[in-house]
């Protein structure tokens, strides 16, 4: 059974740091691609940040030079370190994971499997 646990979500404020950890297991970690998504409330879904198999990553404008996505293949965890945090970055975050052999990383229907969510809280 496919199972994706975020954590590292908390409240900061603005031009403060987290970092999110995603602990996945049940599947074949290190052939998936992967990705962040965030939702706030009234606002649909955006894709914030991908990586594919081989560790090449792709970021949303609104979050390029201040959020980094990583993975730890041998801890089967994905990361998402958010620097310089924007009352506007709040939302609930999610990880995701996909087998798809073609990557998409910002299509929320690529995805096959998700994490229950970790909230973040950016105060001005």
């Known amino acids: 059974q496919v199972q994706l646990v975020e954590s590292g979500g908390g409240s900061v404020q603005a031009g403060g740091s987290l970092r999110l950890s995603c602990s996945a297991s049940g599947y074949t970690y290190s052939t998936y691609w992967m990705g962040w998504f965030r939702q706030a409330p009234g606002k649909e879904r955006e894709g914030v940040a991908a990586?594919?198999?081989?560790?090449?990553?792709s970021y949303a404008d609104s979050v390029k030079g201040r959020f980094t996505i990583s993975k730890d293949n041998a801890k089967n965890t994905l990361y998402l370190q958010m620097n310089s945090l924007k009352p506007e970055d709040t939302a609930m975050y999610y990880c995701?994971?996909?087998?798809?052999?073609?990557?998409?990383?910002?299509?929320?229907?690529?995805?096959?499997?998700w994490g229950q969510g970790t909230q973040v809280t950016v105060s001005s």
């Open positions: 995701a994971a996909s087998s798809r052999s073609v990557y998409v990383p910002f299509a929320g229907g690529y995805y096959n499997y």
């Open positions: 990586i594919d198999s081989g560790g090449s990553t």
